[in-house]
């Protein structure tokens, strides 16, 4: 199963660091830009890529 979340860095990226973690040691597919996007990589592109892919979207909302 392929995973993608979505997320706003200023005051989620903790929260979403652990669902990353508790998802990917259950055995899914996880993607979060800060672990798979990598230097020099287009980054409009690749999270294209990975939503097109994947099996669930996950969304975190936060105020910001």
Same mark, same amino acid.
């Given at each position: 199963?392929?995973?993608f979340i979505s997320y706003s860095r200023v005051d989620a990226g903790n929260f979403t660091k652990h669902i990353h973690r508790h998802?990917?040691?259950k055995g899914h597919?996880?993607?979060i830009d800060v672990n798979? #996007?990598? #230097?020099g990589?287009?980054?409009a592109r690749s999270s294209e890529k990975n939503i097109s892919e994947c099996n #669930?979207? #996950?969304v975190i909302l936060t105020p910001d």
């Open positions: 199963m392929k995973l998802l990917r040691d597919a996880v993607f798979n #996007i990598r #230097i990589d287009p980054w #669930i979207f #996950i």
